[in-house]
């Protein structure tokens, strides 16, 4: 049996890695002038609406997914709307260098969560069987499908799984400082982009 725990530590470490590795390159990266502006407002945008979202899914599932299958709100549409919108806050982090930038950061969010939510479905299949394949082969993996949704007349939330992850979701916010920070180093000189992207 896959222990989640052991795959959760994996994907934390692996989007440590990746997202550095991604900043580091950003750092040589310059937007159009006429896209600045509009590039960082809707990277803005993204990043509240990851936090935002992020913080309506944990009122769903927090303390819950390891013990049952949640499938009503944002989990009747989505198996993992949670990731869903990491990949828009990523969007939103990659934004602040460039549009390309964005693109190229929620790709990779989405590459690491693919290959996670695979180890996941296996430790879900193990742990639940028959009644998680139900609900597999009726909930699209990442892609939102509205048509699905439904809710609960009552959601008993735990406010230290919502609290985390407004915390955990607030790291989003991170990018703002240092972008302007990268910005201000090349306008120093201090590097000095190679690339001009849109």
């Not at 590039?39 to 803005?44: D, H, P, S, T, V």
């Not at 935002?52 to 709307?81: D, T």
Request: aromatic share 14%.
């Amino acid at each position: 049996m896959i222990d989640i725990q052991s795959v959760q530590r994996w994907r934390k470490a692996v989007i440590l890695f990746g997202g550095t590795l991604l900043l580091v390159c950003a750092m040589f990266v310059r937007p159009w002038s006429w896209l600045e502006y509009p590039a960082e407002q809707l990277g803005l945008v993204a990043i509240a609406v990851c936090v935002i979202g992020r913080a309506w899914c944990s009122l769903y599932i927090g303390g819950r997914k390891k013990h049952e299958i949640v499938s009503r709100g944002p989990y009747s549409v989505s198996r993992n709307p949670l990731y869903v919108f990491s990949f828009v806050g990523a969007f939103g982090i990659g934004a602040q260098s460039s549009l390309t930038v964005g693109v190229v950061f929620a790709f990779a969010c989405w590459v690491v969560f693919r290959i996670v939510v695979g180890r996941e479905e296996r430790f879900l299949t193990d742990a639940f069987g028959n009644h998680y394949e139900a609900y597999r082969a009726r909930t699209p993996r990442f892609l939102p499908d509205p048509r699905l949704w439904k809710d609960e007349a009552e959601v008993r939330a735990r406010p230290e799984f919502f609290v985390r992850t407004i915390l955990d979701g607030s790291v989003f916010l991170l990018a703002l400082p240092l972008f302007e920070a990268v910005e201000g180093l090349q306008a120093l000189n201090g590097f000095h982009a190679v690339i001009q992207l849109p």
